[in-house]
């Protein structure tokens, strides 16, 4: 049986054929209200598209770098760069004529206090650990113990730490524990009960290891990252020999408030409603102008423009394309996406059918960028499967847009570590662009697009350098565009939805781990 949003798609498409032969039948014109949905989409695409680009999105960047410059240098939910961003956002918004809501909600403020690792025997040294998001956090000057590492599994190293049978003699040592398989939760979860202090969750890829437990009540023992090289150093240590560390994990938790900005159109099919969204917080080490000023910038300026072209500001004169589109500026998305998850959660059955399709935008203006589409066929055959009925439509046609610019794309994995997740997982169709985190760019990448081979796409992610000097406009300037193009259609035409697309795997798209916020949970298919 077809899903009620094919059935209603459907339905769409009969009354707008039939709207469209009433007039030929009584030999009269067609009256605009009639028009080809297609056509009025493609022509209202190619004027956003115009008129859209990286100079006011910049602009919107500059405000967003002010504002937390003068807010301790972050735009963290819950802190008042946050609610200052959202405020101006709003505002604007509801000067251009949309219904504009701040959804509130309750949710756990952190902020990192300490994170150090030493080891103190046999080779004394400093290691690099960053801590895990809704960790236990140790007493002030930290904890000593021996480390225990779990044992790899040979049949199968994603696994390594998943099951409490890998944990054996842990009680009052710090466990050390490979990336992969489960949550990071999970890991140090099953270390806590088997008796561990503390858990050392090491990286599989190149890079830090930033991660979240996703959830306050998950943390059962101060829980930290390290990279790869660093991990398989201790490692080979603990393998030779007893080896002593000193771990002090400590974070800021407290109760706060903080909001969603939703903006939608006074007119449209409220049957049939195109969302757009990107995270409006930072971490709270930084200013967080790439992750995600970029993004959010993108889908505000898309959001003015329409204003524009549209005419919503008069109201009930406004010239109405055929679909009710409505925005959404999150927030607490760098906590594990509780913004956009509260907000699906809110949702009725009815309100989740409502809604068409869901365009995500996260990190699109790396300074060493990729032009990256999500997956939504799963034709890479990389991580999960594919996203739900017309991801793949949406996929084709951001391929399309790039191609159109002379511009190749590839894709990125739908993980559920970004905003989508939650649109995912109750079934409605997604999509949209990424420039990549701290994944190395290919050699095959660099030839691409430019930019070095071997070195992050974004050296500043979820640092205090994450700020106006990292970003590159040339790829914040065809996303923002992409945006634009896509707003443009959807809002007049979403049966491209049902189309027939090609699948064609894309070579050389996201290495392994590249494209990923790593800041979250881990390989489950899981909000982040």
């Not at 190293?157 to 990071?184: H, M, V």
């Not at 270390?191 to 503390?198: L, Q």
């Not at 757009?276 to 995600?292: F, K, M, Q, R, T």
């Not at 290495?511 to 916020?517: K, Q, T, Y």
Request: a negative charge; one cysteine or more.
């Amino acid at each position: 049986m077809p899903s009620p949003q094919k059935r209603r798609r459907r339905a769409l498409a009969a009354l707008s054929v039939a709207a469209l032969a009433t007039p030929l039948l009584i030999g009269s014109a067609a009256p605009a209200s009639a028009a080809d949905p297609a056509s009025e989409g493609r022509k209202l695409a190619e004027k956003l598209v115009k008129k859209t680009g990286k100079k006011n999105a910049m602009n919107h960047m500059r405000v967003f770098q002010a504002i937390a410059l003068a807010n301790e240098n972050n735009r963290a939910a819950g802190a008042a760069g946050h609610d200052l961003s959202a405020k101006y956002a709003g505002t604007l918004l509801k000067a251009a004529g949309y219904k504009v809501t701040y959804q509130d909600f309750d949710f756990i403020y952190r902020e990192t206090v300490e994170e150090k690792l030493k080891v103190l025997a046999p080779n004394e040294r400093d290691i690099g650990i960053k801590l895990m998001t809704y960790t236990k956090s140790t007493e002030e000057g930290g904890l000593e113990a021996p480390v225990a590492e779990v044992p790899i599994d040979d049949s199968d190293e994603a696994l390594t730490g998943c099951a409490a049978e890998d944990y054996k003699d842990f009680e009052g040592k710090i466990a050390l524990i490979q990336r992969g398989g489960c949550s990071f939760a999970e890991k140090q979860s099953a270390a806590g009960e088997a008796g561990a202090v503390g858990a050392i969750i090491y990286n599989t890829e190149d890079g830090e290891l930033n991660g979240t437990l996703g959830d306050p009540d998950e943390g059962v023992i101060p829980t930290g990252g390290i990279s790869k090289a660093d991990g398989e150093a201790l490692s080979k240590e603990v393998a030779a020999g007893e080896v002593k560390v000193n771990l002090e994990i400590i974070e800021f938790q407290e109760e706060r408030t903080t909001p969603n900005v939703i903006a939608e159109t006074r007119g449209g099919d409220e049957n049939n409603v195109v969302m757009a969204g990107a995270h409006l917080d930072s971490v709270s080490e930084g200013p967080g102008i790439n992750d995600n000023a970029s993004g959010s910038a993108g889908v505000l300026e898309a959001a003015l423009q329409y204003s524009k072209a549209t005419k919503q500001w008069m109201g009930k004169h406004a010239k109405n394309p055929a679909n009710k589109v409505r925005f959404a500026l999150w927030t607490a998305e760098e906590i594990g996406l509780q913004g956009s998850e509260h907000y699906v959660s809110e949702l009725s059955k009815k309100e989740q059918e409502q809604i068409a399709l869901y365009l995500n935008y996260d990190m699109i203006a790396s300074p060493n960028y990729g032009l990256f589409v999500y997956d939504g066929d799963d034709s890479d055959g990389e991580g999960e499967g594919p996203g739900p009925e017309g991801s793949a439509q949406i996929e084709h046609k951001l391929n399309k847009f790039f191609e159109s610019r002379g511009e190749e794309s590839r894709g990125t994995d739908f993980s559920g570590r970004s905003d989508y997740g939650p649109f995912i997982a109750v079934g409605i169709p997604s999509g949209g662009t990424f420039t990549g985190a701290e994944g190395k760019k290919t050699e095959e990448q660099a030839k691409l697009w430019g930019g070095k081979a071997g070195v992050d796409y974004d050296e500043c992610y979820h640092q205090e350098c994450d700020n106006l000097g990292n970003v590159d406009q040339k790829a914040l300037d065809i996303n923002v565009k992409a945006i634009a193009h896509t707003l443009g259609h959807y809002a007049w035409d979403t049966s491209s939805l049902e189309d027939e697309v090609p699948f064609a795997p894309t070579s050389g798209g996201t290495p392994s781990g590249g494209g990923l916020h790593e800041h979250h949970h881990d390989e489950e298919p899981v909000a982040k």
